[in-house]
């Protein structure tokens, strides 16, 4: 039953938690208007309140307990901003256990805890809600449980993690190397001090994980996802994908096969005339190729304070309007409804590839490698040489036809063992559905 009030405690007053609060106290009569509830901000926990003061929030609102938070029986539901694995799964699992609903934008703890979570609230008669843990203010979780319903998904792709593709795009655009661009994206604070979660893939990983589960009912192992980031990215690499057609962008995907499931987090090469090659800056996107909708992409501020606490606060509403009743205890799609779909190894993946061998400029190489390409079934489809440059060798770059990550790998091994090749880079392309 809807009720005509709603009552609200934030836990973490940070960027989100602060955002939350902010929309959440300023905006109540406008959502009241939309809505024809009256939501109620009763509680904003944290140990310290620099940024709720800061926001202009009332002092009555402050306590530094979630238990108190936890035990209020007006509470409807706690929404859990803090981050992390340890303090937050303990708020969320106090929370359930005494009946109340949760928001979460917390996607490493639902990647690695969400079935489990999600089975505890059901024991209690509550509900998760978690469109802020992917894609920021982008509801890509509400199309995958709403929206495309009516489809079979077969697989999608995604840009999931703003920084890294500030990253890239500055380093497109601006032709510098990757360190140079994260020094800078540090310095203007689109980049955390320490990006390594960032930058190596991880978060991508995470909301790779909880994506999946939704798009094809299963509970997704996140430890066997493949992981690569962009870390290690050369300049060369994404000059010659801006020159051959391509550009460069991390990729979370997900495809769905007779066999079980497929997952990887990779940067890879897309055509530039696909939809996501102009997704640029800390926008985020994900295309999504259903059997009846087919082809469809969603795409805008992938983080920031008030795009994702945006999402939190649709959360609470959803909530409020019986989210509870009507999706998550009715539908089937949940994880902790369903059985671990098995997820291929990363050598059963398909896909065409990019080739860049540094070698020395020595008669006979190139007929090495064309041998080791063909004797693991893999076929050329552009070659290009180019000339040695200022403290670079000569580098040779070849693509493929569609072949395995297996093939690949071998023959790559097999190409590093010839004495004139110093360098094998092997990176992935995307130039159609997948």
Known sequence: MIKDHFTVAVVGCGIVGGGTAKILHEQASDIRNRTGIDFRLKYVCDIRFDN???????????VTDYKTVCGDPEVDVVVELIGGKT????????????????????????????????????????????????????????????????????????????????????????????????????????????????????????????????????DTDLSAIPVEGIDRLDLFDINM????????KLLAIAQKTEDGISLCVRPSFIKKDHPLAWVSGSFNAVSVYANNLGHSM????????????SAVVSDIISLALGYKETRFDTLRIWPDKNKRLPQLPLDR????????LDVEDKTGVLA?????????????????????QPQRPVSLVLTTHRTTEAAVRQAAGELRRIPEISKVITLSIVDEAE
């Open 298 to 309: 969603y795409y805008g501020q992938g983080a920031g304070s008030l795009p994702t606490a």
């Open 349 to 356: 993946y398909s896909s065409r590839y990019y080739l860049r």
């Open 52 to 62: 709720a003061r800061a926001l202009g929030l009332p002092e009555s609102l402050f």
């Open 241 to 248: 994908a801006d020159e051959m057609g391509y550009t460069v």
């Open 87 to 218: 303090l937050a799964k303990s708020v969320i699992e106090e929370a359930l256990k005494s009946g109340k609903s949760v928001v979460t934008a917390n996607k490493a703890l639902l990647a690695a805890h969400g079935t489990e979570l999600f089975g505890l609230a059901r024991e209690n008669g509550a509900a998760v809600a978690f469109e802020a843990s992917c894609v920021g203010g982008v509801p890509i979780i509400r199309t995958l449980y709403d929206g495309l319903l009516a489809n079979n998904i077969n697989s999608f792709i995604g840009i999931i993690n703003g920084t890294c593709n500030y990253i890239l795009s500055a380093m497109i655009s601006e032709k510098k190397d990757y360190d140079t661009v994260l020094k800078e994206a540090q310095k203007a604070g689109l980049a955390e001090a320490d990006p390594t979660l960032d930058v190596t893939g991880h978060d991508s990983a995470h909301k790779l994980a909880i994506l999946s589960s939704l798009a094809f009912s299963t």
């Open 368 to 388: 090495q490698v064309t041998h080791i390409l063909g004797k693991n079934k893999i076929g050329i489809t552009e070659a290009v040489q180019k000339d040695p």
